[in-house]
């Protein structure tokens, strides 16, 4: 059964266990020189703890055991991500397999699709990409144009997405596409899985201001997809995309940012310039009031409560907390760690738009949670 209080001595004793296997297991250049480390050091390092997340079975907490999870709930996987924050653990580079592709095809997959999909999201032996922005959508998912055509034994696909992360290293996309021009808005998406290393992918790596290729824009001309890749039923997709999005901007997935915010808050309480100290104890305060926010959703969600309103300013409140802490870090660090802070703060320039812009979000917020009148 699972824990529902982070005050269960369960919760402690599951804690202790994260804890030691977090400090044993963390490789030691990273431990020691992870400030320096080129990106290809981290695309390292981000693999080998992938490896070491699935040889010790913490890849998966809260993926049911018939699919190769643990079995457990929310407040586990947030206890996992907690001690791995401590420990300034680096993120995996399957995350979008286990946090996104995974869950979804848990929760609208096909048996065949578990089957064939997941154990190799488990291991991070195949790396996904999401294939939801568009260059002329905008923040308006509805009105992605990238076309698939139904053929014999599947769709054609044909279109552009942009902004898509770890395309040049995925095998796998899911993605959503326009499958009709005759049905209402919301009803004429479908939701497909697509295999990226097939004639027609085109895939350009943007280069970013901060000098890396995290992005990419992808081109599809003729790319089949099998009948047995549709995700839930055709021009439904939109259903299955909210899951998606649920997941993306919900704990999980701010439970992996106060990781990376609390080592970046952490090296700025160590080496910011005396008088801005008060700034970082600041945002210090505002880490802590992340945390306070994703405990209590998460123990909504174990208890299986509605968590959205708790859940909804999530997105905003980790994006917009990493972005000032690495302006602050620009400004007041030290130059030993100079070439670090305006990497990151480079790239937490996209961080309030990707994952549903924050204003998108801020709308939200107003209309379902707040209700305020317009």
């Avoid at 479908?190 to 081109?219: H, K, T």
């Amino acid at each position: 059964m699972s824990i529902t209080r982070f005050d269960e001595p369960a919760a402690a004793e599951f804690r202790a266990d994260v804890a030691t296997w977090v400090r044993d297991a963390l490789p030691k250049k990273w431990q020691t020189s992870r400030a320096s480390l080129t990106p290809d050091e981290v695309q390292q390092a981000q693999r080998e703890w992938d490896a070491a997340l699935h040889t010790a079975g913490y890849a998966g907490l809260s993926w049911p055991s018939e699919y190769g999870g643990r079995g457990f709930g929310p407040i586990e996987e947030l206890i996992y991500y907690e001690e791995s924050s401590r420990a300034n653990a680096p993120d995996g580079f399957g995350r979008i397999g286990r946090v996104l592709a995974g869950p979804t095809i848990i929760a609208a997959g096909t048996e065949a699709q578990k089957a064939k999909y997941l154990p190799r999201i488990l291991d991070a032996s195949e790396i996904w990409c999401q294939g939801f922005s568009e260059p002329g959508a905008g923040s308006d998912l509805a009105s992605v144009t990238t076309t698939a055509k139904k053929v014999d034994g599947g769709y054609l696909v044909n279109g552009q997405k942009i902004w898509t992360s770890f395309a040049q290293y995925s095998k796998r996309c899911l993605m959503l596409v326009k499958t009709s021009s005759d049905l209402p808005r919301h009803h004429n998406l479908s939701f497909l899985l697509l295999d990226m290393e097939q004639e027609g992918v085109d895939v350009r790596p943007i280069r970013q201001i901060n000098g890396e290729e995290e992005f990419s824009e992808v081109f599809f001309t003729d790319v089949f997809v099998a009948d047995e890749d549709l995700v839930g039923e055709e021009h439904e997709g939109w259903r299955v995309a909210m899951t998606v999005l649920s997941n993306e901007r919900g704990t999980t997935e701010a439970a992996t940012r106060l990781v990376e915010a609390t080592a970046q808050i952490d090296l700025l309480n160590r080496c910011c310039a005396s008088n801005s100290r008060l700034d970082a104890a600041r945002l210090d305060d505002r880490r802590e009031l992340l945390r306070w926010h994703i405990l209590r959703s998460t123990e909504e969600k174990a208890a299986e409560l509605d968590w959205f309103q708790a859940g909804s300013i999530l997105k905003v409140q980790w994006s917009e907390l990493i972005q000032d802490s690495t302006r602050l870090g620009l400004d007041s660090g030290c130059s030993v760690h100079r070439d670090y802070w305006r990497h990151h703060y480079l790239a937490s320039k996209a961080m309030s738009i990707y994952s549903g812009t924050n204003e998108i979000q801020r709308n939200i917020i107003t209309d379902r949670v707040l209700r305020v009148a317009r």
